[in-house]
T-cell receptor, first 112, second 115 residues
Framework: RKEVEQDPGPFNVPEGATVAFNCTYSNSASQSFFWYRQDCRKEPKLLMSVYSSGNEDGRFTAQLNRASQYISLLIRDSKLSDSATYLC?????????????FGTGTLLAVQP | DARVTQTPRHKVTEMGQEVTMRCQPI?????VFWYRQTMMQGLELLAYFRNRAPLDDSGMPKDRFSAEMPDATLATLKIQPSEPRDSAVYFC?????????????FGPGTRLTVL
């Protein structure tokens, strides 16, 4: 079993739709969490950090449930430009080593 | 606009040859990471440096891979001898420190094909 698990998709949604991605992690000692975005044949880039209280950045909302070891990303009013792979990322050892463990990603395709 | 740079961007080589990949981290960043990405395994951490010292290379096959930071502006990843299973995209990333939520900035990657 992988340390960070995601549904690989693809998620095919029409423009304007709301889409949610889920992720689970197995190491209960993990302390910080992120969503990275990776466009086709490009490098990963930080989309947003995920805080315990949940956080929102425009159309994007991230939630963390430590008890269930579950992270989510909600995208509202999806745009064509949101098409990408979304990587769930966990900092395994917290701040001491900053060692990130990446999920294999969820592919989103927003259709016109 | 500070960026991580990597060379070469593409490399095709034959099995058994040595491959050297180079990375220039963002100036002022003291943590450097090497990752490998394949369709099957996703992104895997190979090596991790802080202040040029190797902290973790547990993800790296030691018999053929080596990672170094000769100075603060250069990180290298070598494969000798290369094998077809090494074909992947190799990313270098750098970060400003060890805080919980410090972002890692990725370079554009080196796409390696070993025939």
């Amino acid at each position: 079993r992988k340390e960070v698990e995601q549904d690989p998709g693809p998620f095919n949604v029409p423009e304007g739709a709301t889409v949610a991605f889920n992720c689970t992690y197995s190491n209960s000692a993990s302390q910080s969490f992120f969503w990275y975005r990776q466009d086709c044949r490009k490098e990963p880039k930080l989309l947003m950090s995920v805080y315990s209280s949940g956080n929102e950045d425009g159309r994007f909302t991230a939630q963390l449930n430590r008890a269930s070891q579950y992270i989510s990303l909600l995208i509202r009013d999806s745009k064509l430009s949101d098409s990408a792979t979304y990587l769930c990322v966990v900092n395994r050892n917290g701040g001491a080593t900053n060692k990130l463990i990446f999920g294999t990603g969820t592919l989103l395709a927003v259709q016109p | 606009d500070a960026r991580v740079t990597q060379t070469p961007r593409h490399k095709v080589t034959e099995m058994g040859q040595e491959v050297t990949m180079r990375c220039q981290p963002i100036l002022g960043h003291n943590t450097v990471f090497w990752y490998r990405q394949t369709m099957m395994q996703g992104l895997e951490l190979l090596a991790y440096f802080r202040n040029r010292a190797p902290l973790d290379d547990s993800g790296m096959p030691k018999d053929r891979f080596s990672a170094e930071m000769p100075d603060a502006t250069l990180a290298t990843l070598k494969i000798q001898p290369s094998e077809p299973r090494d074909s992947a995209v190799y990313f270098c990333a750098s970060g400003p420190g060890q805080g919980h939520y410090n972002e890692q900035f990725f370079g554009p990657g080196t796409r390696l094909t070993v025939l």
